[in-house]
């Protein structure tokens, strides 16, 4: 193993205690204001051992920062002051990539869900995927041998890309993953995502009374007293504002209110979190062309609580006003719908429910040639969030090339990072798998913030 490269070994008593602070750190206001949603949300966790290291992010810092003996976390060797501090994904792991319709109108693969994005280290994020990647191969039955040479052949694609980045390459500023340029699974999706319908989506989620469209009732959604639909209301007309100028309709009716309900029923990462869906008229009065966005309370993100914040307390107004600039600094073409606003003081992240997610499939990857095929691509993807953001982004608090501040830190070491990714990634994805059955047993005797039962 290289040198910097930690065991991970920690006593069963005293590793249960850091996984029931790390989580009551993260979640302690949400578990309280919402227990049911958290019970739910570690029993999700409790499935296996990839689904309590998505819920567990939190932990994954803890460690990642923790003081190896020397003075120094794990990753000390491979970051500079600037790569040190660049836009991260925060969550990367390998069921957060996905189709989305991009604002110019095509379908894109690429990293999705950034909740968690913020100021952090640029290796971060290729370890949090090199875990995942570990752990999935280690449900597939790989030999380690295999598992090292996928994580090798991400890293190659990250830094490939990077240098097509740095190399002013006729078509790097524009790289996506598009229908014309992939093939497999992840072309698959691709056409899957094509092949879905606006109309589709809206029959599922609303019916039609009286020649127009209302959410359809059932137990994930709930209707709102006048009081708090008021307030859901303003709220909106607050988000339009935040709508980038030269991606706002033009279409007079295009942000008519129509329906709005309180949403339930997330992910792991939203659980406790309070949402709304709202239903706005579209693109012209055809009901087909309706469009549901969902309003939903932004969280802190984990990476935050284990860097300096200093610096960029005063920036975001809020976690809903974090998420986007974030999202805005990582994703080319985001989402023309993303905005935020405010909710009886507290941040709300707003962006569309668009029917063209189709998030890739990983049941049917089995063998390691397939798997490469995907990595390669998931690891350009990387560096494209990295390298690259929106044009309509404003930030300024990365105001360097991303792409020259990384390649600093690799140096004429690429060997030596694969080789050190593959075995952090191992490494973790072991400790992971025994902090899975510590995290089991303690929430089986309540010792995680809310009863098993």
């Known amino acids: 193993m290289n040198a910097g490269v930690p065991r991970f070994d920690a006593d069963d008593d005293d590793r249960t205690r850091l996984i029931v602070e790390s989580l009551a750190d993260a979640f302690a206001p949400l578990m309280e204001a919402d227990p049911v949603a958290f019970r739910g949300k570690y029993r999700t966790m409790a499935r296996d051992p990839h689904a309590f290291y998505r819920g567990s992010a939190c932990l994954f810092y803890a460690d990642m920062t923790a003081d190896t003996g020397d003075g120094a976390a794990i990753d000390d060797d491979w970051v500079d002051e600037r790569s040190g501090r660049i836009w991260v994904h925060g969550d990367l792991h390998v069921e957060n990539f996905g189709t989305y319709l991009s604002d110019d109108g095509r379908l894109v693969f690429d990293v999705n869900d950034f909740d968690e994005a913020y100021l952090g280290r640029w290796t971060w994020d290729l370890m949090r995927f090199a875990a995942s990647l570990a752990l999935v191969g280690w449900q597939k039955a790989l030999p380690e041998q295999d598992v090292r040479e996928l994580v090798e052949t991400y890293v190659d694609g990250y830094l490939d890309q990077v240098e097509d980045y740095r190399g002013a390459a006729d078509d790097a500023a524009e790289f996506a993953l598009h229908l014309d340029n992939t093939e497999g699974p992840i072309h698959l999706a691709l056409v899957e ?5 606006r109309a589709d989506l809206l029959d599922a989620s609303t019916v039609r009374v009286d020649g127009v469209r209302v959410f359809r009732d059932d137990r994930t959604v709930r209707r709102l007293p006048d009081e708090e639909r008021a307030r859901v209301e303003a709220a909106y007309e607050t988000y339009l504002a935040t709508i980038p100028e030269d991606k706002r309709s033009g279409r007079a009716l295009f942000y008519e209110l129509r329906d709005v309900v309180g949403k339930s029923g997330f992910g792991i990462g939203s659980a406790g979190l309070p949402a709304y869906n709202l239903l706005v008229e579209g693109y012209s009065e055809a009901l087909d ?8 309370q932004a969280n802190v993100p984990a990476v935050s609580r284990f860097v300096d914040t200093a610096a960029v307390d005063g920036y975001f107004e809020h976690e809903g006003h974090r998420t986007v600039v974030s999202q805005r600094a990582l994703q080319v073409h985001t989402d023309p719908l993303l905005g935020w606003t405010e909710l009886d003081g507290v941040g709300f992240l707003v962006s569309e429910v668009s029917p063209y997610e189709v998030d890739l499939d990983w049941s049917g990857l089995t063998e390691p040639d397939q798997i490469a095929e995907v990595v390669g691509l998931l690891g350009r993807a990387t560096a494209k969030i990295h390298c690259a ?19 600093a830190s690799v140096g004429e070491r690429r060997a030596e990072l694969r080789g050190w990714l593959a075995d952090v990634g191992l490494a973790y994805a072991d400790r992971v798998r025994a902090d899975h059955a510590l995290f089991v047993a303690a929430f089986r005797e309540g010792r995680i913030g809310v009863s098993s039962t």
């Open 289 to 296: 062309n309706d469009v549901v966005l969902s309003m939903k």
């Open 193 to 197: 995502a094509r092949q879905r319908r």
């Open 389 to 407: 953001s929106d044009e309509d982004s404003e930030q300024d608090l990365v105001d360097f090339q991303v792409e020259e501040a990384v390649a």
